[in-house]
């Protein structure tokens, strides 16, 4: 959540529901949207750590809202989470290690364990095609997001194929 914060407040300040409606309107559906709780914790420790500070802005009509924007440091962060890699293939998967392990304690066997993991999966699949369907077509991003979260679900069920014919 830090550094989406950090990204959103490098374009312009904004209050915590300013920040919410951003991430809303970005990813649409497909990213889970935070509650504003969350956003707000978020915030505090940002500018606790000096990565952004904060100004109270006078209302008319409503109490003083908190309109953050990034510090020197907070632009420097950003720069170091964009430039750093993002994690590859996990190696640790813990359906793997279940599929490697229960069989030799009689807990499960393996069949038992693949066809179960590809129902899951299958149902994620109708998921994502759900929330597809129902994402405007104009939000780019949101689409890739949900096509790539499909293709990385393909993957999965191809490996599962694999891990059927080698383990069975």
Not at 11 to 36: D, M, R, V
Not at 56 to 65: E, F, G, H, L, M
Not at 82 to 108: C, H, I, N, W
Request: proline share 5%; charged share 25%; aromatic share 6%.
């Amino acid at each position: 959540m830090r550094p989406v914060l950090l990204a959103l407040l490098a374009k312009e300040p904004a209050h915590g529901y300013e920040l919410k409606q951003a991430l809303e309107q970005t990813f649409g559906g497909a990213y889970p949207s935070p509650n504003i709780g969350q956003i707000y914790v978020t915030l505090g420790r940002l500018e606790k750590d000096g990565l952004v500070r904060s100004q109270d802005v006078a209302q008319a009509s409503r109490p003083n809202k908190k309109v953050y924007e990034l510090t020197p440091a907070g632009r420097d962060a950003l720069a170091s989470w964009v430039d750093e890699q993002s994690d590859g293939p996990r190696l640790r998967d813990d359906f793997f290690v279940k599929l490697a392990l229960a069989p030799m304690t009689g807990a499960a066997d393996r069949m038992t364990l693949i066809n179960r993991q590809r129902r899951h999966l299958l149902n994620l699949m109708r998921g994502l095609s759900d929330l597809s369907a129902t994402t405007e077509r104009d939000n780019t991003v949101a689409l890739l997001l949900i096509e790539g979260a499909r293709l990385h679900l393909q993957a999965d069920l191809d490996w599962l194929e694999r891990c059927q014919e080698e383990l069975t």
